[in-house]
């Protein structure tokens, strides 16, 4: 499905938030720079681990965070124009939940 499939109305959800989950997507790079050096530094494997685990849970948290705005906004929006809009918000972020919790 292409990105343009997704615009609702003239924003998304997340815009009021957008600084926020930008600073914390930037965070994240860092933390993927991070342990890049780990590597190439030859640090301890648990410590490697460590610093993987929080990675995972701050992309989580972002994951997370969409998509409750997701739900707020986009799924609320479509059921109000019809049933079968909202159903098929409902689908769309059945799929995402199943691919969060899958990763």
Do not use: F, P, W
């Not at 965070?27 to 681990?49: F, H, K, N, S, T």
């Not at 948290?61 to 098929?88: I, P, Y």
């Amino acid at each position: 499905m292409e990105q343009t499939e997704h615009v609702e109305q003239s924003q998304h959800g997340y815009i009021g938030r957008k600084d926020d989950y930008l600073r914390r997507l930037r965070r994240i790079e860092g933390q993927a720079r991070g342990l890049q050096r780990m590597v190439d530094d030859e640090a301890y494997c648990i410590d490697i681990l460590t610093q993987v685990s929080a990675m995972t849970k701050a992309l989580q948290a972002v994951g997370l965070g969409l998509l409750e705005e997701h739900m707020n906004h986009c799924v609320v929006h479509a059921a109000q124009e019809s049933d079968a809009a909202g159903r098929e918000k409902v689908d769309e972020a059945m799929a995402a939940i199943t691919r969060l919790v899958k990763s």
